[in-house]
């Protein structure tokens, strides 16, 4: 689904992934582990051909992501929940993101239950909580019905109920076989939701195995 080869990112002198080989398979949920720092950020963006990779690269279903055709280029993202025009309403954001990605907007009343935003959906981003932000990006990752979901830091700025609901919503998402790729800095909170790790430090692999393995190791 996703596989990633050597992938290599420099910004002047500063090394941010440095030859990173990892795949995410379909039905499970992948936990891409590293504090902050470690290149997860980079990595996601060359994934979805935001950057471009100094060396190496990451495919999706085979191929980089601009190459993709339309059905298969659904892939759901998650990149920063505070990049979000305020001055539109919920269901305002979901319309306009639904055009301009040639998303069907049947979808819209779904994916803002499936988050908890169905009271909220009239209301202006602009006085909405971080937690609120990361609800409604995680809906619009969602609109396209995606088989490959990217979220970066999903957890930030969520309570325990809002970590909780995003547990066993990603948990639900990989049990209907698609690929889910998640990243974090909390070891314990990945312990919970990925069945498998990506652990990564300085832009380099440290760990590639089953969240049942690691947890035996620590
Ligand atoms: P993470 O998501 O794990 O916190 P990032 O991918 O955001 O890590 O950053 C990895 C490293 O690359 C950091 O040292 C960061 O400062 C650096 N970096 C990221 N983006 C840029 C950029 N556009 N220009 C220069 N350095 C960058
Ligand atoms: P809008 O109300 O903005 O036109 P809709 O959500 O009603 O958007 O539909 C968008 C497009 O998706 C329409 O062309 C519609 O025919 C199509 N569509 C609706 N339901 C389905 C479906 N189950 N499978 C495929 N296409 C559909």
Do not use: C
Not at 93 to 102: D, E, Q
């Amino acid at each position: 689904m996703i596989e990633v080869r050597n992938l290599t990112k420099r910004y002047g002198a500063t090394t941010a992934v440095d030859g990173l080989d990892f795949r995410v398979e379909p039905g499970r949920v992948t936990g891409f582990l590293g504090p902050n720092g470690a290149g997860k950020s980079t990595t996601l963006r060359m994934v979805l051909g935001l950057d471009r990779p100094t060396a190496g690269e990451a495919l999706v279903h085979g191929r980089p992501y601009a190459e993709l055709e339309a059905p298969l280029r659904r892939v759901g993202a998650l990149l920063d929940a505070h990049a979000v025009h305020g001055g539109r309403t919920a269901r305002g954001h979901l319309r306009w993101l639904a055009a301009s990605n040639g998303l069907p907007r049947r979808r819209l009343d779904e994916v803002l239950q499936q988050v908890g935003l169905a009271e909220a959906a009239d209301r202006r981003i602009k006085g909405f909580s971080l937690g609120m932000r990361q609800r409604l990006g995680v809906a619009a990752a969602l609109l396209g019905d995606p088989p490959v979901l990217l979220l970066d830091e999903p957890v930030n700025g969520l309570d325990p109920e809002g970590i909780r609901w995003i547990r066993t919503l990603l948990r639900g998402l990989a049990g209907e076989g698609r690929a889910v790729l998640v990243s974090s800095h909390l070891m314990a909170e990945m312990a919970l939701t990925a069945d498998h790790l990506v652990v990564v430090g300085r832009g380099r692999l440290l760990a590639d195995l089953s969240t049942e393995a690691f947890l035996a190791q620590h």
